[in-house]
């Protein structure tokens, strides 16, 4: 029986990684963000699972099979990963309104509504 990845550890590592990469775009050393990218994709993908198997149905009914090409981002204050994703709600306004699907170390899911990117 395999352990599911812990997600403390999991917002740390990713944490981490997006440092080194911030570190090697510093350096213009895209070779080596491309290969942290990777790993921070792996971190995503595991986190997006946790989220989803976590998540109320009103959420479950609105997230896209895999994490894909949404923004994401962790916020240490608050010990919470954010996936950033258009409002399916709002497709037919003339300005897009972003939604942002979080969890936290206790597996809490929730939903940010016209989420701002800062």
């Known amino acids: 029986m395999t352990s599911k990845p812990d997600l403390d550890n999991l917002f740390q590592e990713w944490n981490e990684l997006n440092t080194n990469a911030q570190k090697f775009l510093g350096e213009f050393d895209f070779a080596k963000i491309k290969e942290i990218r990777a790993k921070q994709k792996i ?8 989220l989803k198997e976590n998540a109320p149905d009103d959420i ?3 997230l ?4 894909g090409e ?3 981002g962790y916020e240490s204050e ?13 497709e037919d306004e003339e300005e897009a309104k972003l939604i942002a699907i979080t969890i936290n170390v206790s597996k809490n899911v929730n ?6 990117m800062e």
């Open 43 to 50: 971190a995503e993908d595991s986190i997006y699972e946790i």
């Open 60 to 62: 479950k009914k609105i």
């Open 64 to 67: 896209p099979d895999e994490c």
């Open 70 to 72: 949404m923004e994401v």
């Open 78 to 90: 608050e010990n919470r990963f954010y996936f950033v994703m258009f409002d399916p709600e709002e």
């Open 111 to 116: 939903i940010i509504k016209d989420f701002k």
